[in-house]
DNA sequence: GACATGCCGTACACCCCTGTATGGAATGAC
DNA sequence: GTCATTCCATACAGGGGTGTACGGCATGTC
């Protein structure tokens, strides 16, 4: 009996961050534990073997993928609407983008599911503490005092959770939340223009 | 060696209703993963022998906790608030009541982030749109239109859902959304006061 | 062409969980 | 007191996941 390794093509080596996507998107559908080292192997088509040679332990996994997360999803992201001057477009890009682009269905649902895992505790503290202070940021430079535009901050921000996790729960009872298209209308009306109508004229001239 | 058996006093029977709300905490903490027949017995100081009593399987206990739920958390609040004759009045203390006497915290987002699982899917979507409908029923009392009504449903309970998620993950980094004596006033700011202004003053004749 | 090294497949031991079979303690009926 | 029933503890087999040891196939170097 003979082993074929390689019958279709040239394999290309696998790379860790082959399995940290591959950790994540597990993690999108079945939390944590769904990221097992077998299961992987097998999306993956290889075997525990490659990945024990990447990877100290599993654990390494998770961390290394929970930091691909917050590197893509929240430190690139705003590090990419630097050039962008006027707050008001830059608050309708972040939404837009963040609503807009979302890799992996579930996943942020699927991190905050877990907040008190070890290995997700710290990584969801930065990112939760990155991105209220940067939203906290947007709100003050839209013209609220630092009491209100906290207040936005964290309300921007839960509903902007919520959203997600009301698109992965159930996306076709409520298809206005599956449409890309309509995401970013619903999205700026229900984040923008309705979040901030009490203190927005006053600092805005027109 | 003598095996004590109940030496602190006596020993009352497990119910059903003891494993399933053991399930909702367990849930709660680690995902429909950590509901192990293991760890229940070791919390509630049994064993797996009492817990095949009452159950036929695992899967069993899972849709037995996540129907305690849908009932405790859905069916009887719906119910508690039929006697609220204002629906302004009924509006507020659903959001109250919902975020005040959140009995298991980080529930909902473990059973959202579990929205795939065979055991999960058919409660959380019976859910989702009792909630749905409830509230675009609520809004539709309160004068929208059908398509406003709708969308205000899915945008409150999108918030709402976020709040939850919030608590869950940064309780410490977002101090506001611990404390239940304010989250009545900020719910209520948020979810009724800013969610509905833009067609609100037209049918409030106040 | 010998040799080192990067990358991966295989096999083994170990642990945790599930489900079932079986026995035993406690309680009430009579 | 006997007996049946309820409820639970224990023991066992089976499966799946982890981590490690080891062996093998490549490719590049000289």
Redesign the pocket.
Known sequence: MT?Q??TDM??????PQDWSTAALRAMARGGVAA????????EL?????????????????LTAALEVWERDDTTALIAALGDITDPRQRLAALFTIALGQEDINGLEPAIVAHADHPAVAPVLRRVTERRIAYLTDLYTELGLDTAAARRQAVAAYAAFLGWLELRRSACDIVPEVAATGTIATVALEHLIAELTPCAMHQAEPE
Request: charged share 25%; net charge positive.
């Open positions: 082993i390794y390689c040239a394999r290309r080596h696998l790379t990221v097992s080292v077998n299961a992987l192997a097998g088509e290889a075997t525990r073997g490659s990945f024990y040679w990447h990877f100290k332990d599993r654990d390494a996994l």
